[in-house]
């Protein structure tokens, strides 16, 4: 059965960095992808790095963010620099299990960005 929970969110002012974690277990885990959502909005693309190893940003995070992966602890990280208020939101990462395709979802880690 696969699992995903995110972690690291928190509250950090304006300018600071947060390192958010996405661990999974019970597969064999292919493109990752992460994704924030406020309240009343569609989850938005951020970052993601594809099961052959290339990476994609969204614009509004592009040198800001950095996705990476430790394929020995099955986690992906996302490293969150220069945060603003606009980053606040719940983020979410999605994991696409190789050994069927089917992709899971954690249940989100909130980063709040303020002074």
């Known amino acids: 059965q696969v699992h995903v929970v995110e972690s690291g969110g928190g509250l950090v002012q304006p300018g600071g960095s947060l390192r958010l974690s996405c661990s999974a277990s019970g597969g064999i885990f292919g493109t990752r992808t992460w994704y924030r959502q406020t309240p009343g909005t569609q989850r938005a693309f951020i970052a993601q790095?594809?099961?052959?190893?290339?990476?994609f940003y969204a614009p509004f995070v592009k040198d800001r963010f950095t996705i990476s992966i430790d394929d020995g602890q099955n986690t992906m990280y996302l490293q969150m620099d220069n945060l603003k208020p606009q980053d606040t939101a719940t983020y979410y990462c999605?994991?696409?299990?190789?050994?069927?395709?089917?992709?899971?979802w954690g249940q989100g880690t909130q980063v709040t960005v303020s002074s």
């Open positions: 999605n994991v696409v299990n190789t050994v069927d395709d089917n992709d899971f």
């Open positions: 790095r594809t099961h052959d190893g290339r990476t």
